[in-house]
């Protein structure tokens, strides 16, 4: 693989969550990635789905005899390291970041929690839904009527988790090969959030923020939300612009005067009721030849079937396809260095290839072996 992180060698400590989402985009863009998946009764933890792609595998007991001197072999060796374990857990196995960090200094140690390294949750379990309650983001999102709507963990473990993770990894990696030094990237999903929250916390400062499902980006505004239509189906409109509302209202022939009142609030909710009935009036497909490739700022609500057959999406393949389906491609792309999907490995399927790697004899492999370090 010849993307743009080429030769950076990355060891990824297997967990769940953002960590391997993370650890897959470092792939993408061409980075070398050992994926240490655990060994625990003779069962191999690992990912060998489509966001286990692009690593080779080594499946380890690290309670066992010799696996901290191997692991510790093969940080020695990496540019980054990628672990999403509860705090404290790398440092009872003999990996935490002081002894790596002492042994390979240019090192890039990468955590990846909810609550982070520190502070009074930093010890206890947690998932996507608590984190971004906890920095205000769930309580915005959803109708002022019910409890907020739990949306999908893109919002914290993928967009504040990983993501984050990502720029920190590569933001640590280009400080390092000007000061040859490397440090810890402490990404907790609850700074993430908090940090993509800013734009409502200012509106909030300014007075702006209303109750929920009341505001602009939140449902409120009938210029931006999803309908129904005829056939059942959705679609978007996203009209924000006065000149992308005038469009809206020139190609859906609406001349009704309270829709010239864009901006006064006690007018949304009648606003609604009437752009719902009109948007009942035809089928999904009928709305997107008529609004579709406009300045409405428009767009079909497609599921997870439907998406990898438009044909925007088709033409810049953005999804990849096998006999299982389709999933998504890398992202972002680059122009010169491209990034790639790379293959998908067995758990611990290059076991020994690594060990051999790593200078590990024939006896030293049968040692780790017969110890149970190794299957």
Known sequence: MAGPLNGVRVVEMNAIGP???????????????????RLTSGFLNGDDSVVG??????????RKPGATEVLLALIDGADVLIEGFRPGVMERLGLG?????????????????????SGSLAPVAGHDLNYIALTGAL???GHADREPTPPLHLVGDMGGGALFLVAGVLAA????????KGQVVDAAITDGVALMSTMYYEFRRQGEWRERGSNLFDGGAPFYGCYSCADGRLISIASIEPQFYRQLLELCEISD?????????ARWPSQRCKLEAIFRTRTRDQWCQL???TDVCFAPVLDF???????????????MHDDQGSYPGPAPRFSRTPSAAGARSGNGEQTLEVLHELGLDDAAVATLRAAGTIA
């Open 139 to 141: 309580h915005a999102m």
């Open 53 to 62: 792609r692009g690593r080779r595998s080594i499946a380890i007991d690290p």
């Open 257 to 265: 005067p309270e829709f010239d009142l864009q901006w006064d609030r």
């Open 97 to 117: 970041p002081e002894v790596c960090l002492q042994r390979n200094p240019r090192l890039v140690y990468g955590r990846m929690t909810g609550w982070g390294q």
């Open 291 to 293: 609004l579709e490739g």
């Open 305 to 319: 079937a439907e998406a990898p057959n438009h044909p925007h999406l088709r033409a810049r393949g953005t999804f």
């Open 19 to 37: 960590a391997p989402f993370a650890t897959m985009m470092l792939a993408d863009m061409g980075a070398q990635v050992i994926r240490v998946d």
């Open 173 to 180: 990696l280009f400080e390092a090969q000007r000061s040859g």
